[in-house]
Every structure is written in structure tokens, then in C-alpha cells.
T-cell receptor, first 114, second 114 residues
Framework: NAGVTQTPKFRILKIGQSMTLQCTQD?????MYWYRQDPGMGLKLIYY???????DKGEVPNGYNVSRSTTEDFPLRLELAAPSQTSVYFC?????????????FGPGTRLTVL | TQLLEQSPQFLSIQEGENLTVYCNSS?????LQWYRQEPGEGPVLLVT?????EVKKLKRLTFQFGDARKDSSLHITAAQPGDTGLYLC??????????????FGKGTKLSVIP
């Protein structure tokens, strides 16, 4: 199993451009999450999904959109890139949304907006 | 949103020394997890503690959950260079919508010098 895969690994955007960060998991997990990690700031939840067709906002959703059409895929869309969105983005998945489940993380996408 | 404070933020020690990392909050969490993150990779789960006062051992690593479920500690005995990495504590809590969410601390960057 590949686990959680993310593409691209690196990307540089100009202000105002748009892009989609791809995330796929092959563990048949119901729950999927998008986090951003800024230097010295830990991980902050952007959006999450409890199953295909169901998404909800996390702590920092502004400037982002998500969709979940299949169990496997959970893309994150940036419509109008801003320098404040420069960060490392991690996708994660878990089998359930209980208070003890392990979240499995992808390798991350490092995004720079200039 | 629940907050988790980790200390220290940075720790540089000699091989063979012992160390403790702390994770504190004014909020009660359903459970606490510790993740370890290597450069360029996503976090990987080390342990989950669920019951107040719970202690778990993983080889040279000892994890403790506070009696009131507001704090946790990670103690490493006889640190080795392979322990180098970013250690993140994360707490599960129930949102107003009824779903569980995970809040991360800012992390402790550990360097073990041979």
C-alpha cells in the first residue's frame, strides 16, 4: 500500500494564480484532513471530510476550497493565491473520527506564493 | 479552539542524556497523541493516551497523561542521535458539531549530538 500520497511535492505560484493540491489514500479510510504547517507554528486544520460528499471547515478555511467525490481523493483548491498561503500542506486520513484514531499523513506539498 | 502549549521549543542535548518535553493546556482533552516528524516528511504517530494518569512506555520513551487530562509529558531516557526530530503533541476534542477534531502543539525540535 502507498498510504497517503500528495502531488506536487513543491510548487511556486504567483499572487492571484490558482492551483489544486492533490491527495489520494488507498487505505479505504472514511476521514480525510488538510493541514498547513508554518515554521514554528505546528499544524492547523484547514478542512476535513467524514466521507464522500461531506466536507466541513476547520480552524483556517479562508482562501481554500475542497471537494470529496470519492473515498480515495480529497483535493484542496487555492483560488487566488496570496503570500500568506506560503506554507507546507499536509493531507491525512484516518479510519474513523474517534478520539483515539491514528492519522496517517502524506509527505506534504511545499507551496511558495510570490 | 483548544490550545496546546509545548515546551521547550528547541532542545539540543548530548547522546546518553535524559530529557522531558511538556505539553500543557487549560482545556480538557478526550485523549492526547504524540507524533514525530522527520524533515521533509509528514508526522508519524508514536502513542495515544486516553485515561487520566495513564503512562505508556515505548522502549526508551515514556509518555504520561495528566490526571485532569489537560497535560502530557514525553520522557526520553539515554537519548540517541536517531531520536533527533520534531515531536508534536496533539489533543483530540469534541467540536460543537459533535465531531472530534485534533489540535496540535507547535512542536519541540530535538537534536541529539553524538
Amino acid at each position: 500500500n502507498a498510504g497517503v500520497t500528495q502531488t506536487p511535492k513543491f510548487r511556486i505560484l504567483k499572487i492571484g494564480q490558482s492551483m489544486t493540491l492533490q491527495c489520494t489514500q488507498d487505505m479505504n479510510h472514511n476521514y480525510m484532513y488538510w493541514y498547513r504547517q508554518d515554521p514554528g507554528m505546528g499544524l492547523k486544520l484547514i478542512y476535513y471530510s467524514v466521507g464522500a460528499g461531506i466536507t466541513d471547515k476547520g480552524e483556517v478555511p479562508n482562501g481554500y476550497n475542497v471537494s470529496r467525490s470519492t473515498t480515495e481523493d480529497f483535493p484542496l483548491r487555492l483560488e487566488l493565491a496570496a503570500p500568506s498561503q506560503t506554507s507546507v500542506y499536509f493531507c491525512a486520513s484516518s479510519y474513523q473520527g474517534t478520539n483515539y484514531n491514528e492519522q496517517f499523513f502524506g509527505p506534504g506539498t511545499r507551496l511558495t506564493v510570490l | 479552539t483548544q490550545l496546546l502549549e509545548q515546551s521547550p521549543q528547541f532542545l539540543s542535548i548530548q547522546e546518553g542524556e535524559n530529557l522531558t518535553v511538556y505539553c500543557n493546556s487549560s482545556s480538557v482533552f478526550s485523549s492526547l497523541q504524540w507524533y514525530r516528524q522527520e524533515p521533509g516528511e509528514g508526522p508519524v504517530l508514536l502513542v495515544t493516551v486516553v485515561t487520566g494518569g495513564e503512562v505508556k512506555k515505548l522502549k526508551r520513551l515514556t509518555f504520561q497523561f495528566g490526571d485532569a487530562r489537560k497535560d502530557s509529558s514525553l520522557h526520553i531516557t539515554a537519548a540517541q542521535p536517531g531520536d533527533t526530530g520534531l515531536y508534536l503533541c496533539a489533543g483530540w476534542w469534541r467540536s460543537g458539531a459533535g465531531s472530534y477534531q485534533l489540535t496540535f502543539g507547535k512542536g519541540t525540535k530535538l537534536s541529539v549530538i553524538p
